[in-house]
């Protein structure tokens, strides 16, 4: 690789690659350390062409979970099963990995600047602007860099917008799968609103099981399916589909809070 190797937005690969070293050093105990992060499907990361690949998951907070998914995917493509063991993978980290984020997460303040260098794709939300509502037009220049970077690589997107769970997908990412025909993985997390602050960048509270499931590939006939039903596969993928708010038994609580004693990475310490 050429010292001053560019990618299709113009960042310097040796940059971009020393980023990912330092910034995964910096933040690799937050998911095996402080808290205990559990991974399954680390072989599907293994099976995937190394372009043109869209991961749908759903949002905990604005940082941690995509620092979580550049930990999981280069350590799934070092051959670590379900786990981010150690942290050699990081010397050699895949560079065209990409992320969406609203371009005014990405301008505020020096970290997510830089976070933004390792491989933000930013867009102009269209819903949603300095905390306001509002309603504008979609900008062509933001669908078209989202395509640059399938074109190059992989990208992860949040197709709700939001941390919020449960709030309607946005019909822009089923617009972009039918557009570029990429390969869509979804990833359900958990465990991330709990480990941290809203940002992701404070943790507030260790001791905490978080998890990541990749989930196979969804079947999408790209040609005939309309958007309306690739939002719903989308809704159901991720497990943000209003039906997921269905009563729970008393029961079946009870069952899982007792399953939760039992998969407790580590007691909490009293004083």
């Known amino acids: 690789m050429g010292l001053f190797k560019k990618n299709p937005f ?6 971009k690659k020393w980023l990912i070293r330092i910034l995964g050093a910096a933040t690799h105990r937050r998911f095996r350390g402080f808290n205990e992060l559990q991974i399954d499907g680390s072989e599907i990361i293994r099976s995937l062409p190394d372009r043109n690949v ?6 905990q907070t604005y940082f941690a979970d995509v620092v979580a998914m550049f930990h999981v995917f280069n350590a799934s493509l070092s051959n670590r099963e379900d786990s981010i063991k150690g942290i050699g993978y990081l010397w050699n980290p895949k560079l065209n990995i990409y992320y969406v984020a609203a371009k005014e997460t990405m301008k505020a303040g020096l970290l997510p600047k830089i976070l933004a260098y390792v491989g933000s794709v930013s867009i102009e939300r269209t819903w949603r602007a ?6 504008r037009q979609v900008k062509m220049s933001d669908i078209s860099n989202i395509g640059k970077a399938l074109n190059d690589g992989w990208v992860v997107t949040f197709p709700q917008g939001t941390t919020t769970p449960f709030k309607p997908i946005r019909k822009g990412t089923a617009h ?13 997390i958990d465990g991330f609103r709990r480990s941290f602050d809203k ?6 509270k260790k001791n905490i099981l978080q998890s990541m499931e990749i ?5 999408i006939d790209y040609k005939n399916e309309s958007v309306a ?36 990475w580590r007691p909490e310490k009293t004083s």
């Open 130 to 135: 300095e905390g306001k509502d509002v309603n």
């Open 176 to 188: 972009i799968i039918k557009k570029y025909n990429p390969i869509v993985v979804p990833i359900v």
């Open 215 to 219: 989930k196979e590939p969804l079947q």
């Open 199 to 204: 940002k992701g960048l404070r943790i507030k």
């Open 229 to 264: 039903e690739i939002v719903e596969k989308i809704e159901y993928a991720i497990e943000q589909h209003p039906s997921f708010l269905k009563v729970i038994p008393q029961e079946e609580i009870e069952a899982q809070e007792a399953l939760n004693k039992q998969r407790a």
């Open 54 to 59: 869209l991961f749908i998951s759903n949002h």
């Open 10 to 15: 113009g960042h310097i690969l040796f940059i």
